[in-house]
């Protein structure tokens, strides 16, 4: 079994803390642990520890990849991080010649819909490269719904 198939196969039982023992103890160099470690974290709450391990990558010298970037985005939405979630995203292009895609797209969303901007949220939807999919509409209506704004999303 490799390293990045053992580390995810601890993160999905949710045993994050035998994961992260086994990164660390590994002192792995390769993006798909890193991003396996950092998409595990973000989607059990350790969003903080995912944001903390996704600084820490380019003082290894490793690169995030598209998955990597989908893993960050969503802690900076579960913590609020608005200005933090949007430096990662335009650092794709710009600093990783990493394309967003809806899953990037859906992630800026869903931040900027638990920040309660839903304006912006809306223009991010309008100005995405590619046909909005009912995932990002329905995000954005269900905060609307929840906020009373009968206008947003119309």
């Not at 709450?45 to 989908?70: C, Q, W």
Request: proline share 3%.
């Amino acid at each position: 079994m490799s390293l990045p198939s053992l580390i995810n196969m601890y993160m999905k039982c949710g045993c994050i803390e035998e994961a992260s023992n086994i990164f660390h103890m590994m002192n792995v160099e390769d993006t798909v642990s890193w991003t396996t470690m950092i998409n595990g974290y973000a989607e059990h709450g350790y969003n903080r520890e995912a944001i903390d391990l996704f600084e820490k990558m380019s003082t290894v010298g490793l690169k995030p990849d598209y998955v990597t970037f989908i893993g960050v985005l969503n802690a900076c939405s579960h913590v609020g991080s608005v200005d933090l979630g949007f430096h990662y995203f335009n650092s794709m292009r710009q600093k990783h010649q990493v394309n967003p895609g809806r899953e990037h797209y859906g992630c800026m969303v869903d931040l900027l819909c638990r920040a309660g901007r839903l304006d912006e949220a809306e223009s991010m939807i309008l100005s995405m490269p590619f046909r909005p999919d009912e995932v990002v509409w329905s995000t954005l209506l269900r905060v609307c719904r929840i906020h009373g704004d009968a206008e947003c999303g119309s």
